[in-house]
C-alpha cells in the first residue's frame, strides 16, 4: 500500500483545531443543547429528543442547514487557485473570526443571542470543515474521536498492518478529549470566553500557516512523511 505523506505543518495546524473543536463541541452540547461541529450528533440528538418532551428540533434543524451553508461556502473557497496552505490558513482565520463574532453575541444579554449565536457558529463550522477536508490529513477531516479510534488499530501492528500515522492518531484523540475537558471548564464559568478561546486558537491555527520559512518551524518543516 502506498504512504501518504502529509505536510507537518498542516498536521500540526489540524491536531490545533481538533482542540478547539472539542472544547466547541463541549460548549455546544452543554449550553446550546446541538452540536454546532458534529452535524451527525446533532441529528441523533434530534431523533432521540422528538421522542422526549424536551425537544431539539427546532435549533437542530437550524444548526444543520447555517452549517449547510457554511459547507457551501467552504467548496466555493477551496476550488479558488491558490496554494493548501494559502486556503486551509484563509478559512481558518475567517473561522475563527466569526467564532469570536459568536462569543460577542453571546455576552449579549439579549433574547435573540441564542439563535444568532448558533448560526454563527454552524456557519463558522461548515466553513472549518471545508478547511480540515482541504487539508486532507488521513482520519482528520472531521476531528472526530470514531475515524481516529478505528485507524488506530485497524492499521495498527496487532491487525497487521504498518502502524502509519499513529502518533498523529493518539495526538488528535487526546487533543479532542483535553479540548473537551477545557471547554467544560471554561464554559461553566464563563461561555463567551470559552467561544473566545475557541476562535482564538482556530484563528492562531490559521495564522501558523501564513508563517515563512522561520527557525522555530524549521523542526516541523523536517519530520517527515507523517
Known amino acids: 500500500?502506498?504512504?501518504?505523506?502529509?505536510?507537518?505543518?498542516?498536521v500540526i495546524v489540524v491536531i490545533m483545531v481538533t482542540v478547539a473543536m472539542g472544547a466547541l463541541d463541549a460548549v455546544s452540547?452543554?449550553?446550546?443543547?446541538?452540536?454546532?461541529?458534529?452535524?451527525?450528533?446533532?441529528?441523533?440528538?434530534?431523533a432521540v429528543h422528538l421522542t422526549s418532551g424536551e425537544s431539539v428540533a427546532g435549533p437542530g434543524v437550524v444548526a444543520i442547514t447555517a452549517y449547510l451553508a457554511g459547507a457551501a461556502l467552504g467548496g466555493r473557497l477551496v476550488r479558488r487557485s491558490y496554494s493548501r496552505r494559502r486556503t486551509v490558513a484563509d478559512l481558518l482565520t475567517g473561522?475563527?473570526?466569526?467564532?469570536l463574532v459568536a462569543a460577542l453575541i453571546w455576552w449579549q444579554d439579549a433574547a435573540w443571542r441564542y439563535y444568532a449565536t448558533l448560526v454563527v457558529l454552524a456557519i463558522a463550522m461548515g466553513l472549518?470543515?471545508?478547511?480540515?477536508?482541504?487539508?486532507?490529513?488521513?482520519?482528520?477531516?472531521?476531528?472526530?474521536?470514531?475515524?481516529?479510534?478505528?485507524g488506530?488499530?485497524?492499521?495498527?501492528r496487532l491487525a497487521g498492518g504498518p502502524a502509519k500515522g499513529a502518533w498523529r492518531r493518539v495526538a488528535a484523540i487526546l487533543a479532542l478529549f483535553s479540548g473537551a475537558v477545557l471547554g467544560a471548564l471554561v464554559s461553566s464559568v464563563s461561555v463567551p470566553?470559552?467561544?473566545?478561546?475557541?476562535?482564538?486558537?482556530?484563528?492562531?491555527?490559521?495564522?501558523?500557516?501564513?508563517?515563512?520559512?522561520?527557525?522555530?518551524?524549521?523542526?516541523?518543516?523536517t519530520l517527515g512523511p507523517l
Not at 95 to 99: D, E, H, I, T
Not at 152 to 156: K, Q
Open 29 to 46: 452540547l452543554t449550553h446550546l443543547k446541538v452540536f454546532t461541529g458534529y452535524m451527525t450528533a446533532t441529528v441523533i440528538l434530534i
Open 193 to 221: 470566553i470559552a467561544i473566545g478561546l475557541v476562535g482564538l486558537l482556530i484563528g492562531t491555527a490559521g495564522g501558523l500557516l501564513y508563517v515563512g520559512d522561520h527557525p522555530l518551524l524549521e523542526r516541523l518543516e
Open 152 to 156: 488506530l488499530m485497524h492499521d495498527s
Open 128 to 150: 472549518q470543515t471545508s478547511a480540515t477536508r482541504h487539508a486532507q490529513v488521513t482520519d482528520l477531516t472531521l476531528p472526530a474521536a470514531t475515524m481516529l479510534l478505528h
Open 1 to 10: 500500500m502506498k504512504q501518504i505523506s502529509h505536510d507537518p505543518r498542516l
Open 95 to 99: 473561522v475563527g473570526a466569526l467564532v
